[in-house]
């Protein structure tokens, strides 16, 4: 164990989740004036953020705040009644503070949390525009160098849950090491994948996933990961879970966006649509589902239900500006569901 991790938990014999990944300060910056530019092939549609080169673009609003995979989750862990902690590094500098005390203001427990002597944390400047949709310019920072030293076992060992983010940097390594631990230790594991790893495909990260109780990705990212090819209706999809299944995944969620979700527990299929809500931005919207779902879960909700509260959290998120500043409380995301409609 990292000798910068005090023996102590701190509340109770255990966590009922820690949280690990990425741990950003956000320049959120909102830009009517961008352009976007839809390109559509035999491939399907991509779009652009475009902007004056070389012009001085007017900048209707701005916030500074924090985010990152790990902090955005465990925010919502917090809130929503579990024993949470984060497992992140941070630079030994005021934006690194500026993340504990969040963490500490919500209830998360951050003595988990690791420093870079030579890093500072790291930064995005998430750009959203006329759409709610963004462009977000990261600078992982201290996160990259989270390895083996950092993570505190010990602690792990007790928990019930782990959600691990995308890793970037060489936390990638920790993949593969995360899930034997969770294997080993009859811990539920959580997962989302990062860009270079989806990339790389099943034939390289398969492994890591008989290890992993849940996956959660977008319905791109598991194209990409499974190598499946678009079709009409929900085929593709069902091919996806079927192989993701194989590997030794126990429920396959994924996401598309105000399409909503769907997931296999590889008895049955379940499907959500969005709720309606007046988006202000996406920033977050993805950590907030994956949260809320997994916390449902922990509360002994059913898949479907689990997948309606993950949304409710999401669509929550979306309207507010920053990527944790809507997260519910769990009466508020049950009372959410109740009150507000879903996309048709």
Known sequence: MNQAHPDHIGAGDGYDIITIGSSTVDVMVHCSDARVITLTDRQGESAWMAFEYGGKIHVDD???TVGGGA??????????????????????DDPGERIKERMEEVGAQTHLMAYSETSGTGYSTIITTFTGERTILVHRGAARELGEEDIPWEHLARAEWLYVGALAGQSWRLYPKLAHFAQEHGIKLGLNLGTSQIDQGLDEYGELLGGTYIIFQNVAEMRRLTGVEPERGDRDEREICRQLHERGVDIVVITDGDRG???SDGHAYHTVPAYQVEAQSTVGAGDAFAAGCISALWHGKPITQALNLGAANAASVCTRTGANAGILTWEEALQFVDDHKTRS
């Open 71 to 92: 902090v955005n989750t465990a925010i919502t862990f917090a809130r929503q009644k579990m024993r949470a902690a984060l497992v992140s590094k941070v630079g030994r």
């Open 261 to 263: 979700a769907m997931a």
């Open 62 to 64: 701005m916030l500074i």
